[in-house]
């Protein structure tokens, strides 16, 4: 009885490391369609599907003159949309997922360019990533607190009393980059449409950027100096890093 199940232990372990994990072999035969189908499995023999085997697996062909798919053979099934992206994302894990459906999206039709876009992007690692991505949607969430989803009283559970906060002469104000510098510009111009661009930027400037100093400065600024018509609205940018600024502007 022992010996038996000694002698099945031993067959088992044999039929594991026989055993092709199709996660391996499907993402090669799409990448290399004209490899041939049995040198492939052969190679993924024994191997269990991860980012890195796969990375491996790929520079393992690229590597040598592997045999190619007779004339003979179907070709492999091609993959939906939607298929070729798990597979874009299974392959580049770290990659920004809204930049590989664009590229995917764009490329769906023409599977020899995708599989270049593919192959370069494993070599080179010079794309976008999922760490970016995820603070990316962070400060997503964070902007429309203050914009399309502002709430009061989630603002003061964060500022208690904003008013005594913002015209603080003393807090600390860090200098604005462009862009945050553009975006208080553009709701300035909006807010106070009958004053000239050249006054409102004067103001910015001269209240070290300070948002709420520069509202009431212009909030005061004399009627005879004023334009005859309101200044059409320009459009607001859709995106800003800035949390800050919009905590002031909210």
Same mark, same amino acid.
């Given at each position: 009885?022992?010996?038996?199940?000694?002698?099945?232990?031993?067959?088992?372990?044999?039929?594991?490391?026989?055993?092709?994990?199709?996660?391996?072999?499907?993402?090669?035969?799409? /990448?290399?369609?004209? *490899?041939? =189908?049995?040198? !492939?499995?052969?190679? #993924?023999?024994?191997?269990?599907?991860? %980012? &890195?085997? @796969?990375?491996?697996?790929?520079?393992?062909?690229?590597?040598?003159?592997?045999?190619?798919?007779?004339?003979?053979?179907?070709?492999?099934?091609?993959?939906?949309?939607?298929?070729?992206?798990?597979?874009?994302?299974? /392959?580049?894990?770290? *990659?920004? =997922?809204?930049? !590989?459906?664009?590229? #995917?999206?764009?490329?769906?039709?023409? %599977? &020899?360019? @995708?599989?270049?876009?593919?192959?370069?992007?494993?070599?080179?690692?010079?794309?976008?990533?999922?760490?970016?991505?995820?603070?990316?949607?962070?400060?997503?969430?964070?902007?429309?607190?203050?914009?399309?989803?502002?709430?009061?009283?989630?603002?003061?559970?964060?500022?208690?009393?904003?008013?005594?906060?913002?015209?603080?002469?003393?807090?600390?104000?860090?200098?604005?980059?462009?862009?945050?510098?553009?975006?208080?510009?553009?709701?300035?111009?909006?807010?106070?449409?009958?004053?000239?661009?050249?006054?409102?930027?004067?103001?910015?400037?001269?209240?070290?950027?300070?948002?709420?100093?520069?509202?009431?400065?212009?909030?005061?600024?004399?009627?005879?100096?004023?334009?005859?018509?309101?200044?059409?609205?320009?459009?607001?940018?859709?995106?800003?890093?800035?949390?800050?600024?919009?905590?002031?502007?909210?």
């Amino acid at each position: 009885m022992a010996e038996e199940h000694i002698l099945g232990q031993f067959q088992q372990e044999n039929n594991a490391e026989e055993e092709v994990d199709n996660r391996l072999v499907q993402p090669l035969m799409e /990448i290399f369609p004209e *490899a041939c =189908p049995q040198f !492939l499995r052969q190679i #993924c023999k024994g191997k269990r599907h991860s %980012p &890195d085997v @796969l990375n491996s697996l790929m520079g393992e062909i690229l590597d040598v003159d592997y045999p190619k798919r007779r004339k003979t053979e179907s070709a492999p099934y091609r993959l939906n949309a939607s298929e070729q992206l798990e597979q874009m994302k299974s /392959i580049l894990v770290d *990659a920004d =997922p809204e930049y !590989l459906q664009m590229h #995917c999206d764009r490329l769906i039709d023409n %599977p &020899d360019y @995708l599989k270049a876009f593919v192959s370069q992007a494993i070599e080179t690692r010079n794309y976008p990533t999922l760490k970016k991505y995820l603070r990316k949607k962070q400060l997503s969430a964070q902007q429309k607190q203050y914009t399309s989803e502002f709430s009061v009283a989630k603002f003061l559970e964060v500022i208690p009393d904003p008013f005594q906060y913002f015209a603080d002469s003393k807090r600390k104000v860090n200098g604005l980059d462009n862009h945050s510098h553009h975006y208080a510009m553009c709701y300035l111009r909006n807010k106070f449409a009958l004053v000239s661009v050249r006054s409102i930027r004067e103001s910015f400037i001269k209240n070290e950027e300070r948002f709420l100093a520069t509202c009431k400065e212009l909030e005061s600024y004399p009627s005879f100096k004023r334009l005859k018509s309101k200044r059409p609205k320009v459009v607001m940018p859709s995106v800003i890093q800035n949390i800050p600024l919009l905590q002031e502007i909210a």
